[in-house]
């Protein structure tokens, strides 16, 4: 019995609902109705004779041989995938799709993106800064850059770089010239963002007990809090990934203090379900070589700048 073209149809929308484990998920990525998906895999159950999912009151579960066919299908769909890509792009342009966090893009992965397309001429990137976490769905993005703890579901992670936090001002503003030691900090206008860790735990690991902070200004977004920092609103705690171009500008400069270990760091991810294509391992690859790359470090600050 030829089964082709009845299981191709049926397929696609099996495979979805794998990886949801959900049929009403599927449908909203499918753009089907709930009952159109359970109707293909019930025509695509009777066609093999076996059960591919365990339904239950709270949802789906694959069988083993529903686990057994959703790998075989997820590859050959991968794989289809990757031959549509390049005929698409028949002259050797390959495009890779990237999400990631605005103040990353901004602050170190801009910079140093002309030496990525100097080694790759034949990718064109797509980067999304948007806020919300992205959905890996099909025909969504290749991979991206998250700050967290390493761990998201239907993700691979693969560690990126570490993060440390530590204050730091704008030279020219009032008061920062009389900051000796970290208690002195408190007495300056603090700007801060939406992030766990904070001023209180950067005080606490500097040794100052006691302090009662001052209300501070509040941004969601940390690019904000360096630009504000930047324009004198006050001092800021900084990731020193993103700190970087600005001390390398002497727009800011850094305060007395310890560094703080961040709790959270950055990783590579990418769906589980598929295998990266080779843009995006090219480009995972030239992540992790430019985050150990230390051929660019701080200079030293002029003490004119500094007024001493």
């Given at each position: 019995m ?6 191709l ?19 909203e990525?499918l ?8 109707h293909h895999i ?9 059960a ?15 686990r057994?066919?959703?790998d ?10 990757g ?24 602050c ?7 030496r990525f ?9 797509q ?11 099909e ?6 850059i ?11 992670a693969?560690?990126?770089m ?5 204050p730091?001002a ?7 010239e ?8 408190a ?18 690991a ?5 302090l009662r ?5 509040s ?20 990731r ?8 390398q500008?002497?727009?800011l400069i850094?305060?007395p ?12 991810v990418h769906?589980s379900?598929?295998?990266?294509r080779?843009?995006?391992l090219?480009f ?10 230390e ?5 030293p600050?002029?003490?004119d700048?500094?007024?001493?």
């Amino acid at each position: 019995m030829n089964l082709r073209p009845a299981l191709l149809p049926a397929l696609g929308v099996f495979a979805a609902a794998a990886r949801h484990q959900n049929f009403a998920h599927a449908a909203e990525e499918l753009h089907l109705t709930a009952s159109a998906v359970s109707h293909h895999i019930r025509k695509l159950e009777s066609l093999l004779g076996v059960a591919l999912f365990q339904r239950h009151a709270r949802g789906v579960k694959l069988t083993q041989e529903g686990r057994q066919l959703a790998d075989a299908a997820t590859a050959a769909l991968t794989d289809i995938e990757g031959v549509a890509a390049n005929l698409r792009h028949a002259d050797g342009v390959s495009v890779l799709r990237v999400t990631t966090l605005h103040s990353l893009a901004y602050c170190w992965l801009l910079p140093r993106l002309p030496r990525f397309t100097a080694l790759h001429p034949h990718i064109r990137l797509q980067l999304d800064t948007g806020t919300a976490l992205t959905r890996f769905d099909e025909g969504g993005p290749d991979l991206g850059i998250r700050h967290g703890p390493g761990q998201w579901q239907g993700l691979t992670a693969q560690h990126l770089m570490d993060d440390e936090l530590f204050p730091v001002a704008s030279p020219g503003l009032p008061g920062v010239e009389a900051v000796k030691t970290p208690r002195d900090i408190a007495r300056l206008p603090l700007v801060t963002d939406l992030a766990l860790q904070g001023w209180r735990d950067w005080f606490r690991a500097a040794g100052v007990r006691g302090l009662r902070l001052p209300e501070m200004h509040s941004f969601s977004d940390s690019t904000d809090v360096m630009r504000a920092s930047v324009y004198g609103v006050g001092a800021a705690l900084a990731r020193k990934v993103i700190a970087q171009p600005y001390l390398q500008r002497y727009e800011l400069i850094r305060l007395p203090g310890p560094s703080l270990k961040a709790r959270f760091a950055y990783y590579v991810v990418h769906p589980s379900h598929r295998a990266p294509r080779p843009a995006a391992l090219a480009f995972i690859d030239w992540l992790k070589a430019e985050a150990e790359d230390e051929r660019t470090p701080l200079p030293p600050i002029p003490a004119d700048l500094l007024g001493r």
